[in-house]
């Protein structure tokens, strides 16, 4: 699944640091989220989606293969 939780986090000028704690998770969750080698709950994204403020859909996209 690709992602584009980067360029969110840039267009809110968020750290990986600053949206972790923001969401309660490590800094490393987020890196490992945006380099597609975890795939986060259903929790979690949500509470991406509500602050990134946009559906889940816009910023996790699935590919063929998942």
């Known amino acids: 699944m690709k ?3 980067k360029v969110q986090r ?3 000028d968020l ?3 600053d949206l972790a704690k923001k969401i309660g998770v490590s800094r490393q ?3 490992s989220i945006e380099k597609s080698r975890y795939v986060p709950s259903t ?3 949500l509470k ?3 602050i990134f403020k946009i559906p889940v859909n ?3 996209i699935l590919e063929e293969d998942d």
Do not use: R
Request: net charge negative; no cysteine; proline share 0%.
């Open 48 to 50: 991406l989606s509500s």
């Open 15 to 17: 750290t990986q640091d």
């Open 29 to 31: 969750t987020i890196n």
């Open 58 to 60: 816009e910023f996790f």
């Open 10 to 12: 840039a267009i809110l």
């Open 3 to 5: 992602n584009t939780i």
């Open 43 to 45: 929790v979690l994204a």
